[in-house]
């Protein structure tokens, strides 16, 4: 009986490890993609910038920050939070492979971060420019 218990515990943790993982993983340009069909139905839009993304990206918005306030302006390279001074991972996807992975947590960070930089929310516009200069940056 043990025997039979051990078993289907067993099999019932592998499952549940299974269940834990996402069904599939996002790429940065995946993400980039979805971002894409966002901005799509914006008048006007006409694809996004690199060199956009990287004025943005440095530019100093309505609270005297910038993302490169946080993130450094080598987004390759670790920051530290502009008020806490925790320590953040680098942002460009070439140098931390979980960036841009999950829409979920992109959504979450972009929506926290731009109103901290610009007190509002980015555009899809805005936010595919900077994805699309973080993903000119190597490591």
Known sequence: MNRIFYKLALALAAVAGFAAQPAFALTP???L????TEAAGTPGFKGFSAASGESFF???HGNDWSCASCHTDNPAAPGKHAKTSKVIQPLAPAANAERFTDMAKVE???????N????RACTAQEKGDVLTYL???RK
């Not at 993609?33 to 894409?36: F, G, L, M, R």
């Open 29 to 31: 340009n995946d993400v």
């Open 33 to 36: 993609a979805t971002i894409k």
């Open 58 to 60: 440095k530019a100093k």
């Open 108 to 114: 979450k960070w972009f929506k926290r971060n731009c």
């Open 116 to 119: 901290d930089v610009l007190s």
């Open 135 to 137: 993903l000119t940056i």
